[in-house]
């Protein structure tokens, strides 16, 4: 008898297929769909010791089906993902949305260009988010970028390699200027990411962002078109 859980990812599968997909920035899914056999050999990911290289790496925009999934993974690694969660302070008007809430605010964001969630999954798994936000157009056609790894996929090198996709395409495709990612100064894992890719450092923000339950301090990097590598970042590290 199958189980739950994979009737529904089966489920999943099949109205992904039949679905008209909702377009992303004026593109269509697919247009920002990048797709990596053998990652590990490609000089993509790395080893990790005692486990089975990955097959296929998909980086691609969080689609409306994908958003159980991501939260059932977000919820199995709640521990090693609360210490750097935003929070929101005691005097916000704002509440935490619902998965459907947050579903349908996605999906309309992606339509409006005013953010983006780029999904990570190694051999079909949720293993992290990209998420562009606070999207600015105008004078600054400007954003900040956040993410997350989950734990069994982290020390790969995962979280910089989508990090620098997700910065190229933004940039490089999409048509903004310039980006931002501000980094708590405790976690040395992101501030050994965004200077393995070459961000700027450009300064340090003292209680800039709630964080886990309490105003945090934040190192400031950033990068814009014309400090992007010829061929882009993500090429920069494939080894």
Not at 24 to 51: K, N, Q
Not at 138 to 157: D, E, F, K, M
Not at 206 to 217: Q, S, T, V
Request: with cysteine; net charge negative; aromatic share 6%.
């Amino acid at each position: 008898m199958a189980s739950v859980g994979g009737w529904r990812d089966g489920a999943h599968e099949f109205l992904r297929a039949i679905l008209p997909a909702s377009p992303v920035w004026g593109r269509h899914p697919d247009e920002l769909t990048l797709r990596f056999e053998e990652p590990v050999e490609a000089g993509i990911l790395r080893s990790i010791p005692g486990r089975e290289d990955p097959a296929l790496l998909v980086i691609r925009p969080l689609g409306f089906l994908d958003h159980d999934r991501v939260a059932a993974a977000r919820e199995a690694d709640r521990d090693w993902l609360q210490p750097w969660e935003p929070t929101l302070p005691p005097t916000s008007t704002e509440y935490v949305q619902t998965v459907s809430e947050y579903r349908r605010s996605l999906e309309r964001s992606h339509r409006e260009g005013t953010a983006l969630s780029m999904l990570m999954e190694i051999d079909g798994e949720v293993a992290g988010v990209v998420a562009v936000s606070q999207v600015h157009r105008g004078a600054a056609l400007c954003a900040s970028i956040g993410y997350w790894v989950a734990a069994r996929h982290a020390r790969r090198g995962l979280g910089a390699f989508a990090v620098a996709s997700t910065i190229d395409l933004v940039i490089g495709e999409l048509g903004l200027h310039r980006v931002e990612i501000s980094v708590r100064p405790e976690n040395v894992a992101s501030l050994a990411l965004c200077r393995k890719l070459g961000l700027r450092e450009e300064g340090f923000k003292p209680r800039y962002l709630h964080i886990n339950g309490e105003w945090a301090d934040h190192v400031c990097f950033g990068i814009d078109a014309e400090s992007l590598p010829e061929g882009g970042l993500a090429q920069s590290l494939i080894e």
